[in-house]
């Protein structure tokens, strides 16, 4: 099991940028596909991004694309979430994720269970 903790959440304007980080410890970081994933409030979880293990290979929710990106470093063990043109329907609690099975491309096909969970941080976008 691997330990995740997201930083960099808080408070921006509408059309302003964040960068979402996770860090990661408890088990080699490079074999295993990472994510991100958003839940609004009163809504439910959604996905968001994902990194295949290699990082050859990385997916967008439709509602992102374009406007996010996400990356990993396997020798920090981090990953990373830029997120531009930020407007209100982006406010929610940001989760990385990481998968249980190494040598896999999408968290996004991956039950919830079958992943590792960070805390959460808070991003919220005044309009």
């Known amino acids: 099991q691997v330990q995740l903790v997201e930083s960099g959440g808080g408070t921006v304007q509408a059309g302003g940028t964040l960068t979402l980080s996770c860090a990661a410890s408890?088990?080699?970081?490079?074999?295993?596909?990472l994510g991100w994933f958003r839940q609004a409030p009163d809504k439910e979880r959604e996905f968001v991004a994902t990194?295949?293990?290699?990082?050859?290979?990385?997916y967008y929710a439709d509602s992102v694309k374009g406007r996010f990106s996400t990356g990993r470093d396997d020798d920090a063990n981090t990953m990373w979430l830029q997120m531009n043109n930020l407007g209100p329907e982006d406010t929610a609690v940001y989760y990385c994720?990481?998968?249980?099975?190494?040598?896999?491309?999408?968290?996004?096909?991956?039950?919830?269970?079958?992943?590792?969970w960070g805390q959460g941080t808070q991003v919220t976008v005044s309009s």
């Open positions: 994720a990481a998968d249980r099975t190494p040598y896999r491309r999408d968290v996004a096909l991956v039950g919830p269970e079958d992943l590792d």
């Open positions: 408890g088990r080699t970081f490079n074999m295993y596909a």
């Open positions: 990194i295949s293990w290699s990082a050859y290979n990385t």
